[in-house]
């Protein structure tokens, strides 16, 4: 398996669209999906979400959430979340594009927001909301020995639902659906 490249991330994420406006009874939400790329490869970081959030408890996750009527559009409310879960202040994240959206089974359609760190920062984990982060190397996600697959139904429709274990966590649901399809066209 050749290693994922910045190059390769860019092209891909030239392609993809501004995200549509929702429609009645969606909750708009946006995800920062964070990425380093460092001496080993790129690297992205994920959180384990507390037991206390309302939504989503204890999944692994990208920093982010429902949007406010403030938020300007989805990087506005993917960089406050992200500020405001983890620490990550805005102005060290170089907005690269967006991934494709993806509505969950709970309500939320998602704008994963993609975003270039120059250095991997000291985060300051808002407690109620995040128990931990952490970084991956997305090569993990590329190398389909990793990959779990499971068919789930969901609106009457079977589909397929991806994990991965890495470490003692279990990266599923919305979260790897995202980084699997990105890294997907991204690796060609």
Avoid: C
């Avoid at 970081?45 to 989503?56: A, D, G, Q, S």
């Avoid at 990550?88 to 994240?93: A, I, N, R, Y």
């Avoid at 969901?154 to 003692?168: D, I, L, N, P, T």
């Amino acid at each position: 398996m050749t290693p994922l490249r910045l190059a390769q991330v860019r092209a891909v994420l030239k392609t993809q669209e501004t995200p549509a406006k929702a429609g009645p009874g969606v909750i708009r939400a946006a995800v920062l999906v964070p990425l380093f790329e460092g001496s080993t490869g790129i690297e992205v970081l994920l959180t384990k979400r507390t037991e206390l959030v309302e939504h989503h408890k204890g999944q692994i996750s990208f920093p982010g959430g429902a949007a406010d009527e403030a938020d300007a559009d989805a990087v506005a409310t993917a960089l406050r979340e992200a500020e405001e879960e983890i620490g990550l202040d805005p102005k060290s994240v170089q907005v690269l594009g967006y991934l494709e959206e993806f509505e969950t089974p709970s309500g939320f359609l998602i704008t994963p927001v993609a975003g270039l760190l120059k250095s991997k920062p000291k985060l300051k984990l808002n407690r109620d909301e995040v128990e931990e982060a952490f970084w991956v190397p997305v090569d993990f996600f590329l190398d389909e020995a990793n990959e779990n697959r499971e068919e789930r139904e969901w609106r009457g429709k079977m589909h397929a639902v991806y994990s991965y274990q890495f470490g003692g966590h279990r990266v599923w649901g919305a979260t790897a659906a995202m980084l699997r399809g990105f890294l997907k066209r991204a690796s060609g």
